[in-house]
């Protein structure tokens, strides 16, 4: 499975991104789909996660800002980001895995940069 994450860029504070995951691969073997993100000197942080069922969880420091929505051939991830704040910036980046394989994949990030 391959990972490529899109959409990120400069935003000033109290905007809006829209950051894309598009997987290629076997697809098909794909069940948990998330977004971390890590800032520099930093862990790497759980931001959003949907399960094979469907179920979306979110960080509480993102909660009420960002929607997290999946495609429905489990080909695409979706992080709608709103009302962004200079502490969001990091770079995102798209996780998946599969329960059957034990295996995780990552994508290469997408820097997101807001300002204040």
């Known amino acids: 499975v391959q990972l490529v994450e899109s959409g990120g860029g400069l935003v000033q504070a109290g905007g809006s991104l829209r950051l894309s995951c598009t997987a290629s691969g076997s697809i098909f073997s794909i069940d948990n789909m998330r977004w971390y993100r890590q800032a520099p000197g930093k862990q790497r942080d759980l931001v959003a996660g949907?399960?094979?069922?469907?179920?979306?969880n979110y960080a509480d420091f993102v909660k009420g800002r960002f929607t997290l929505s999946r495609g429905n051939a489990k080909n695409a991830l979706y992080l709608q980001m709103n009302s962004l704040k200079p502490e969001d910036t990091a770079v995102y980046y798209c996780?998946?895995?599969?329960?059957?394989?034990?295996?995780?994949?990552w994508g290469q990030g997408t820097q997101v940069t807001v300002s204040s």
């Open positions: 949907i399960t094979s069922g469907g179920t979306i």
């Open positions: 996780n998946a895995d599969s329960t059957n394989r034990g295996t995780s994949y």
